[in-house]
């Protein structure tokens, strides 16, 4: 998962509501794998086949409040990048969801406002430098990520950052 991502991403949404469950996001029985591919083939497998069809379309997520609540699992955001989801947006995240999408390289914003406005098939585009995210010609405002948060989103996640903080030193 080592993709340099742009600061500015995005494409055709998908809604969901509140609480999205990572029990939804990736049904458990699939947790035996780590593959972000193979679990993206299941990501949102217990709302059916439309849905996962319509996600596979998506790069973005929508979601309401307490996206990703339930249990803690690094799956739920991994199987997201596997399906080819590039940002999640959402009115709230469970801290879990929030903190293993940084750590495996999936932006994750927060911004209500975005969220009331986008409907499903908008094109949505998240700059997460600048704190923007855009739906048709109108751009919501969310606090930017801390250059540390870019960093390791740029790297692909929190191991890659480490990998290339460690190697630099090293030299």
């Known amino acids: 998962m080592s993709t340099t991502l742009n ?4 494409g055709r949404s998908i809604v969901f509501g509140d609480d999205v469950n990572t029990d939804v ?8 794998s780590i593959d972000p591919v193979e679990l993206g083939s299941h990501a949102f497998e217990p709302l059916g086949p439309d849905v996962q ?4 379309q998506s790069p973005v997520v929508v979601g309401g ?3 990703g609540c339930g249990s803690a699992r690094e799956q739920a955001a991994t199987c997201l990048i596997g399906v080819g989801v590039k940002a999640v947006v959402a009115r709230s995240y469970s801290r879990v969801f929030f903190r293993n999408a940084i750590n495996t390289g999936l932006v994750a914003v927060e911004c209500p406002a975005a969220v009331d406005a986008i409907q499903e098939g908008d094109d949505v585009w998240v ?13 919501y405002p969310f606090a930017p990520f801390p250059p540390v948060l870019q960093e390791i989103l740029e790297a692909g996640g929190l191991i890659e950052h480490l990998m290339k903080k460690f190697a630099k030193e090293k030299n």
């Open 7 to 10: 600061e500015r991403l995005g």
């Open 25 to 32: 996001i990736i049904p458990g029985r699939y947790l035996i």
């Open 53 to 56: 069809a319509k996600l596979a």
């Open 65 to 67: 409040r307490n996206f």
């Open 127 to 139: 700059d997460y430098a600048a704190g923007l995210v855009t739906v048709g010609d109108q751009s």
